[in-house]
């Protein structure tokens, strides 16, 4: 699967789950509604694939962090789908991850934490 694939998987899935509609998140993302509508029908090709900009809007438009986006479209690229549980066990482990950041730990410890986490 390729990550515009799962780009696509990820919007339908999160429109579907939320309600909204391809105009509601352009709207929200500062994104055309056509353009949208590649991304769900998979119709991005590496030649007009997301750029790193329009990847960060999409993320704002769906209330997600950039490296929340990022790690759903790798859980997808490696499962093949996505839940609607990933989306958020994606948030907490960030938000947590934030949290320990926070509090002076070593990469090495933020590691096994996030690794133990991540596993749960």
């Keep these: 699967m390729t990550r515009n694939e799962a780009l696509g998987i990820i919007v339908s899935n999160y429109l579907n789950t939320t309600g909204k509609t391809q105009s509601d998140l352009a709207k929200s993302g500062n994104i055309t509604r056509s353009y949208i509508n590649k991304i769900v029908l998979r119709r991005l090709t590496s030649k007009n694939g997301v750029s790193s900009t329009m990847f960060s809007k999409l993320a704002q438009a769906m209330n997600l962090q950039v490296q929340e986006l990022e790690d759903l479209v790798n859980i997808c690229m490696e499962k093949g789908v996505i839940e609607f549980n990933d989306i958020n066990n994606t948030k907490t482990i960030n938000e947590i991850i ?17 690794n133990f986490i991540k596993d749960l």
């Design 98 to 114: 934030d949290l320990l950041k926070n509090k002076n730990l070593s990469n090495e410890q933020l590691m096994k934490t996030y």
